[in-house]
């Protein structure tokens, strides 16, 4: 995903595990909470901020002070589509691999050398 602050854009790279940790505590900690009925509290937006921070290689406060709470909901959700994305093509191109009688594991899932 790219966000962009104060006219720089970033990139928040591979989903790598410590990232993907950082997410889900955080979304769990504000699992039920809607933007106007039931908002998130100022520690849950921490959270948020210091996930998001951590995925983009920023600080907390960075994402704090530039960043608006739509957009920061938006980066979770989207977070969620871009990998389920990811793993719908790898699972297709294995399927298709499977399907052609190819035994080759796309780059993505090939065991470290």
Same mark, same amino acid.
């Given at each position: 995903?790219? +966000?962009?602050?104060?006219?720089?854009? =970033?990139?928040?790279?591979?989903?790598?595990?410590? !990232?993907? /940790?950082?997410?889900? !505590?955080?979304? @769990?900690?504000? &699992?039920?909470?809607?933007?106007?009925?039931?908002? =998130?509290?100022?520690? /849950?937006? !921490? %959270?948020?901020?210091?996930?998001?921070?951590?995925? *983009?290689?920023?600080?907390?406060? &960075? +994402?704090? %002070? #530039?960043?608006?709470? %739509? %957009? +920061?909901? =938006?980066?979770?959700?989207? +977070? /969620? #589509? &871009?990998?389920? #994305?990811? *793993? $719908?093509?790898?699972?297709? &191109?294995?399927?298709? #691999?499977?399907? @052609?009688?190819?035994?080759?594991?796309? @780059?993505?899932? /090939?065991?470290? $050398?």
């Amino acid at each position: 995903m790219k +966000i962009t602050i104060k006219d720089k854009e =970033y990139d928040s790279g591979a989903f790598t595990i410590a !990232k993907h /940790q950082a997410v889900v !505590k955080a979304w @769990n900690a504000c &699992e039920g909470k809607d933007l106007f009925k039931e908002p =998130y509290t100022e520690e /849950q937006l !921490k %959270e948020l901020s210091s996930a998001m921070a951590l995925c *983009f290689g920023l600080k907390p406060e &960075e +994402i704090t %002070e #530039n960043v608006s709470v %739509e %957009e +920061i909901t =938006y980066f979770f959700y989207g +977070i /969620q #589509n &871009e990998t389920i #994305n990811k *793993f $719908n093509a790898l699972f297709l &191109e294995v399927e298709e #691999n499977f399907t @052609n009688g190819s035994d080759e594991l796309p @780059n993505e899932l /090939q065991p470290d $050398n």
